[in-house]
């Protein structure tokens, strides 16, 4: 019988982030804007963005690293559909192990690598080359969550887990950048990602509802679509931040 798809994979997804695709276009093109180099993508997942601002520098090369292979031969099959296999390479390790510095720096979803979001922020400031930048994206609350929504996000998560969008911005200007825009996920972004994210598991389930494996990734589902609906819908927030070295 057919195994379910792996929880998480993004199949559906073209990024793994709640960003859509005209956000994706502006961000490409302000960021290519500079003319880099060198990209740098730390936890790049298959790395959709690290791609495109590479397909839109003529001569540039970049660098995606994750430890999540199934994501890394998704971006090595992309980039050689796209005719960028010899100028994107996708690296199998921590993102905190990298120490070459680059002209544009990518980290959309992917601090946890360092710790902390100010740890984050600390070491990419260490390596954006003078005059790069940097797309630093991390959650953010909307509104402080009250103690009984908390209770339905993810196990362990508290209120300091997270700041609101001043305090995240304020991290990234004491770690050393000026905030050339600031911009946040949209509640229809957020609930495309989520739905897409949920999509091949929910489908698996329609056509194979007397699975033996159907009861424990119904139970899996339902978990997760209760983090979001119960829990962090309307509360949580991302943001996208382009960022220069001051």
């Given amino acids: 019988m057919t ?12 990024f793994m982030a709640p960003l859509s695709a005209a956000r994706a276009d502006r961000i490409v093109t302000g960021l290519a804007a500079g003319s880099p180099s060198t990209v740098v993508d730390l936890g790049c ?17 970049g660098i995606g690293l994750d ?4 994501d ?14 010899g100028r994107v390479t996708f690296v199998d390790g921590p993102a905190a ?3 070459d510095t680059a002209d544009l720096l990518v980290s959309v979803g992917a601090y946890q690598a360092f710790g902390t979001i100010a740890s984050a922020l600390g070491a990419i400031r260490e390596l954006v080359n003078p005059g790069g930048r940097v797309l630093f994206a991390a959650e953010f609350w909307e509104s402080p969550p009250p103690p009984d929504r908390l209770a339905l996000m993810w196990p362990g998560m508290s209120a300091d887990d997270c700041t609101d969008l001043a305090g995240l911005v304020d991290q990234a200007i004491a770690a ?24 091949d598991r929910e489908e698996w389930l329609i056509t194979h ?24 819908r309307g509360l949580m927030g991302f943001a996208y931040l382009t960022l220069g070295p001051s």
């Fill in 72 to 85: 890394l031969a998704r971006g090595r099959a992309n980039a050689e559909a796209r005719g960028l296999d």
């Fill in 45 to 61: 997942g298959w790395g959709e963005l690290l791609l495109r601002v590479v397909a839109a520098c003529p001569g540039a090369k």
């Fill in 209 to 232: 509802p007397n699975h033996p494996e159907a009861a424990a990734v119904r139970e899996q589902a339902d978990s997760q679509r209760n983090i979001w609906l119960r829990g962090h």
């Fill in 176 to 199: 050393g950048f000026r905030p050339l825009r600031v911009e946040t996920a949209t509640r229809d972004e957020w609930d495309e990602f989520e739905s897409l994210l949920a999509a």
């Fill in 3 to 14: 195994s379910p798809p792996p929880a998480g994979n993004g199949a559906r997804l073209t």
């Fill in 97 to 99: 192990d990298h120490r």
């Fill in 67 to 70: 430890t999540h292979e199934p």
